[in-house]
Protein backbone atom coordinates (compact mmCIF):
# COMPACT_ATOMS: atom_id res chain seq x y z
CA UNK A 1 0.00 0.00 0.00
CA UNK A 2 2.95 2.41 0.76
CA UNK A 3 5.25 1.29 -2.19
CA UNK A 4 2.32 2.11 -4.41
CA UNK A 5 0.57 5.04 -2.79
CA UNK A 6 -2.16 5.92 -5.75
CA UNK A 7 -3.25 2.46 -5.97
CA UNK A 8 -6.70 1.41 -4.84
CA UNK A 9 -6.15 4.48 -2.52
CA UNK A 10 -9.17 6.18 -3.90
CA UNK A 11 -11.99 3.29 -3.67
CA UNK A 12 -10.59 2.69 -0.28
CA UNK A 13 -10.04 6.08 1.09
CA UNK A 14 -13.80 6.45 0.43
CA UNK A 15 -14.78 3.50 2.46
CA UNK A 16 -13.43 5.03 5.39
CA UNK A 17 -14.86 8.46 4.63
CA UNK A 18 -18.01 6.84 5.07
CA UNK A 19 -16.83 4.87 7.90
CA UNK A 20 -17.20 8.45 9.80
CA UNK A 21 -13.14 8.43 10.29
CA UNK A 22 -10.38 11.19 10.36
CA UNK A 23 -7.99 11.92 7.36
CA UNK A 24 -4.61 13.11 9.61
CA UNK A 25 -2.29 15.12 7.22
CA UNK A 26 1.24 15.15 8.37
CA UNK A 27 2.46 11.92 10.06
CA UNK A 28 5.31 13.96 12.42
CA UNK A 29 5.53 13.39 16.08
CA UNK A 30 1.80 15.16 17.06
CA UNK A 31 0.12 13.35 13.34
CA UNK A 32 1.67 9.94 14.88
CA UNK A 33 0.36 10.33 18.00
CA UNK A 34 -2.85 11.46 17.20
CA UNK A 35 -3.45 8.96 14.46
CA UNK A 36 -2.50 5.70 16.54
CA UNK A 37 -4.57 7.24 19.70
CA UNK A 38 -7.46 7.57 17.00
CA UNK A 39 -6.85 3.94 15.68
CA UNK A 40 -6.68 2.89 19.68
CA UNK A 41 -10.33 4.05 20.23
CA UNK A 42 -11.87 2.53 17.14
CA UNK A 43 -11.99 4.78 14.76
CA UNK A 44 -10.88 4.66 11.46
CA UNK A 45 -7.97 6.70 9.90
CA UNK A 46 -6.15 7.75 6.73
CA UNK A 47 -2.96 9.10 7.11
CA UNK A 48 -0.80 10.76 4.63
CA UNK A 49 2.69 12.29 4.89
CA UNK A 50 4.88 13.15 2.27
CA UNK A 51 8.32 11.14 3.47
CA UNK A 52 8.27 7.44 2.36
CA UNK A 53 9.94 6.36 5.64
CA UNK A 54 7.61 7.68 7.53
CA UNK A 55 4.75 6.19 5.99
CA UNK A 56 6.40 3.14 5.44
CA UNK A 57 6.90 2.70 9.20
CA UNK A 58 3.02 3.89 10.20
CA UNK A 59 2.28 0.79 7.49
CA UNK A 60 -0.47 -1.55 9.42
CA UNK A 61 -0.67 0.76 11.68
CA UNK A 62 -3.42 2.83 10.29
CA UNK A 63 -6.38 2.15 8.30
CA UNK A 64 -4.68 3.33 5.07
CA UNK A 65 -1.56 4.86 5.37
CA UNK A 66 -0.26 7.14 1.62
CA UNK A 67 2.40 8.51 0.68
CA UNK A 68 1.22 12.18 -0.99
CA UNK A 69 1.85 16.09 -0.94
CA UNK A 70 -1.31 17.39 0.57
CA UNK A 71 -0.46 21.04 -0.75
CA UNK A 72 -0.91 19.65 -4.60
CA UNK A 73 -5.68 19.19 -4.85
CA UNK A 74 -5.23 16.49 -7.04
CA UNK A 75 -3.46 14.56 -4.80
CA UNK A 76 -5.98 15.44 -2.24
CA UNK A 77 -9.05 14.58 -4.64
CA UNK A 78 -7.16 11.49 -5.84
CA UNK A 79 -7.19 10.69 -2.24
CA UNK A 80 -10.65 10.79 -1.78
CA UNK A 81 -10.00 13.57 1.07
CA UNK A 82 -12.36 15.89 -0.29
CA UNK A 83 -15.03 13.31 1.06
CA UNK A 84 -14.10 12.83 4.60
CA UNK A 85 -15.67 15.21 7.91
CA UNK A 86 -12.90 15.26 9.64
CA UNK A 87 -9.23 16.12 8.74
CA UNK A 88 -6.35 17.35 10.88
CA UNK A 89 -3.10 19.22 9.33
CA UNK A 90 -0.27 18.31 11.78
CA UNK A 91 2.26 19.94 9.56
CA UNK A 92 4.25 22.56 11.71
CA UNK A 93 7.51 23.49 10.84
CA UNK A 94 6.78 24.01 7.18
CA UNK A 95 4.31 27.09 7.31
CA UNK A 96 3.88 27.53 3.89
CA UNK A 97 2.84 23.65 3.37
CA UNK A 98 0.59 23.89 6.42
CA UNK A 99 -1.48 27.01 5.18
CA UNK A 100 -1.35 25.67 1.38
CA UNK A 101 -2.80 22.34 2.25
CA UNK A 102 -5.70 23.82 4.49
CA UNK A 103 -6.30 26.45 2.23
CA UNK A 104 -7.06 23.50 -0.47
CA UNK A 105 -8.83 21.78 2.14
CA UNK A 106 -11.15 24.72 3.13
CA UNK A 107 -12.15 25.17 -0.71
CA UNK A 108 -12.87 21.19 -0.81
CA UNK A 109 -15.40 22.10 1.90
CA UNK A 110 -14.20 20.35 4.55
CA UNK A 111 -16.94 20.39 7.79
CA UNK A 112 -14.59 20.01 10.12
CA UNK A 113 -10.69 21.22 9.35
CA UNK A 114 -8.57 21.22 12.51
CA UNK A 115 -4.86 22.43 11.82
CA UNK A 116 -1.81 22.73 14.51
CA UNK A 117 0.09 25.98 14.63
CA UNK A 118 3.63 26.10 15.84
CA UNK A 119 3.20 29.82 16.98
CA UNK A 120 0.67 32.93 17.57
CA UNK A 121 1.75 34.15 14.27
CA UNK A 122 0.87 30.31 12.41
CA UNK A 123 -2.55 29.97 14.07
CA UNK A 124 -3.47 33.78 13.35
CA UNK A 125 -3.03 32.63 9.91
CA UNK A 126 -4.32 29.97 9.95
CA UNK A 127 -7.56 31.28 11.79
CA UNK A 128 -7.81 33.96 9.35
CA UNK A 129 -8.09 31.59 6.31
CA UNK A 130 -11.19 29.85 8.24
CA UNK A 131 -9.76 26.75 9.57
CA UNK A 132 -12.46 25.60 12.57
CA UNK A 133 -10.06 24.71 14.88
CA UNK A 134 -6.71 26.13 15.60
CA UNK A 135 -4.63 23.37 17.92
CA UNK A 136 -1.29 24.80 19.70
CA UNK A 137 -0.03 21.60 21.32
CA UNK A 138 3.48 23.11 22.73
CA UNK A 139 1.83 26.36 23.93
CA UNK A 140 -0.40 24.30 25.72
CA UNK A 141 1.19 21.68 26.80
CA UNK A 142 3.82 24.10 28.31
CA UNK A 143 1.14 26.45 30.50
CA UNK A 144 -0.45 22.66 31.63
CA UNK A 145 2.83 21.47 32.77
CA UNK A 146 3.19 25.20 34.44
CA UNK A 147 0.41 24.48 36.18
CA UNK A 148 1.34 20.76 37.55
CA UNK A 149 5.16 21.74 38.38
CA UNK A 150 4.08 24.63 40.95
CA UNK A 151 1.53 22.30 43.00
CA UNK A 152 0.03 19.45 44.30
CA UNK A 153 -2.03 18.32 41.15
CA UNK A 154 -1.72 14.94 39.28
CA UNK A 155 -3.47 16.41 36.39
CA UNK A 156 -5.11 19.76 34.89
CA UNK A 157 -6.58 20.58 32.11
CA UNK A 158 -7.90 24.58 31.08
CA UNK A 159 -11.71 23.21 29.19
CA UNK A 160 -12.37 26.90 28.67
CA UNK A 161 -10.56 30.10 29.69
CA UNK A 162 -10.54 30.56 33.24
CA UNK A 163 -12.06 27.11 33.73
CA UNK A 164 -10.24 24.00 34.59
CA UNK A 165 -10.22 20.51 35.74
CA UNK A 166 -7.58 19.14 38.25
CA UNK A 167 -7.08 15.55 39.44
CA UNK A 168 -5.51 15.63 42.74
CA UNK A 169 -5.36 13.61 46.43
CA UNK A 170 -8.70 14.24 48.22
CA UNK A 171 -7.62 16.55 51.31
CA UNK A 172 -8.30 15.56 54.39
CA UNK A 173 -11.21 18.27 54.80
CA UNK A 174 -13.02 16.84 52.70
CA UNK A 175 -12.86 12.80 54.35
CA UNK A 176 -14.94 10.60 56.31
CA UNK A 177 -18.26 12.64 55.50
CA UNK A 178 -20.82 12.80 52.50
CA UNK A 179 -19.74 15.22 50.15
CA UNK A 180 -22.99 17.23 50.48
CA UNK A 181 -22.44 17.49 54.06
CA UNK A 182 -18.91 19.30 53.20
CA UNK A 183 -20.26 22.45 52.20
CA UNK A 184 -17.03 22.17 49.29
CA UNK A 185 -19.15 24.13 46.99
CA UNK A 186 -19.56 27.55 49.29
CA UNK A 187 -16.30 27.37 50.89
CA UNK A 188 -13.93 26.64 47.85
CA UNK A 189 -16.43 27.08 44.52
CA UNK A 190 -15.55 23.57 43.16
CA UNK A 191 -17.60 20.58 42.17
CA UNK A 192 -16.07 17.11 42.82
CA UNK A 193 -17.25 15.34 39.71
CA UNK A 194 -15.45 12.15 40.06
CA UNK A 195 -13.69 10.16 42.40
CA UNK A 196 -11.23 6.68 42.66
CA UNK A 197 -11.18 4.51 45.79
CA UNK A 198 -7.12 3.12 45.11
CA UNK A 199 -7.06 1.16 42.55
CA UNK A 200 -10.32 1.02 42.07
CA UNK A 201 -12.08 1.98 38.94
CA UNK A 202 -12.83 5.48 38.61
CA UNK A 203 -16.92 6.73 39.63
CA UNK A 204 -18.78 9.87 39.61
CA UNK A 205 -18.80 11.56 42.77
CA UNK A 206 -22.74 12.95 44.08
CA UNK A 207 -23.63 14.40 47.49
CA UNK A 208 -23.72 10.71 49.16
CA UNK A 209 -20.16 9.93 48.27
CA UNK A 210 -17.61 9.58 51.22
CA UNK A 211 -14.07 10.24 50.63
CA UNK A 212 -11.60 8.41 52.23
CA UNK A 213 -7.72 8.95 52.77
CA UNK A 214 -5.66 8.25 49.74
CA UNK A 215 -8.71 8.93 47.41
CA UNK A 216 -7.88 10.51 43.78
CA UNK A 217 -10.21 13.19 43.19
CA UNK A 218 -11.45 15.12 39.72
CA UNK A 219 -12.26 18.57 40.25
CA UNK A 220 -13.83 20.87 38.54
CA UNK A 221 -14.36 24.88 39.02
CA UNK A 222 -12.71 28.38 37.95
CA UNK A 223 -9.51 27.91 37.34
CA UNK A 224 -8.09 29.30 40.58
CA UNK A 225 -10.07 28.03 42.92
CA UNK A 226 -9.58 24.53 41.33
CA UNK A 227 -6.18 24.81 41.75
CA UNK A 228 -6.04 26.56 45.12
CA UNK A 229 -8.21 22.97 46.21
CA UNK A 230 -5.56 20.93 45.04
CA UNK A 231 -3.26 22.20 46.94
CA UNK A 232 -5.08 21.88 50.07
CA UNK A 233 -3.36 19.09 51.95
P1 LIG B 1 6.09 17.26 15.03
O1 LIG B 1 6.49 18.14 16.17
O2 LIG B 1 4.72 16.72 15.15
O3 LIG B 1 7.11 16.21 14.66
P2 LIG B 1 6.93 19.15 13.17
O4 LIG B 1 6.33 20.49 13.21
O5 LIG B 1 8.31 19.02 13.72
O6 LIG B 1 5.94 18.19 13.83
P3 LIG B 1 6.86 19.03 10.38
O7 LIG B 1 8.07 18.52 9.71
O8 LIG B 1 6.60 20.46 10.29
O9 LIG B 1 6.98 18.48 11.80
O10 LIG B 1 5.53 18.33 9.84
C1 LIG B 1 5.04 17.11 10.30
C2 LIG B 1 4.95 16.14 9.14
O11 LIG B 1 4.29 16.75 8.04
C3 LIG B 1 6.31 15.66 8.62
O12 LIG B 1 6.36 14.25 8.76
C4 LIG B 1 6.32 16.09 7.18
O13 LIG B 1 6.89 15.10 6.32
C5 LIG B 1 4.84 16.27 6.85
N1 LIG B 1 4.62 17.22 5.77
C6 LIG B 1 5.14 18.45 5.66
N2 LIG B 1 4.74 19.02 4.51
C7 LIG B 1 3.94 18.13 3.88
C8 LIG B 1 3.21 18.12 2.64
N3 LIG B 1 3.23 19.16 1.82
N4 LIG B 1 2.50 17.01 2.32
C9 LIG B 1 2.46 15.94 3.16
N5 LIG B 1 3.13 15.89 4.32
C10 LIG B 1 3.86 16.96 4.69
Redesign the pocket.
Known sequence: MARFPHFGAPDRARRIAEAGSVAV????????ALALELMAGGTEVLG????ED?VQSLNGELTQVVR????KREALEQLAVDEFDRVVV?????IS??I??CSVLLSMGIPALWA?A?DDQHGLILEQLGVHKVIYPEKDMGRRVAHLVRGAALDFIEIAPGYAMVKAPAPSSVQDRALGETGLRRAHGVTVAAFQHGENAWDNADATTVLRAGDTILVVGKTRDAEAFAQLL
Open positions: IGLGRFGRIDRDLADSTAIGDDASLTKV
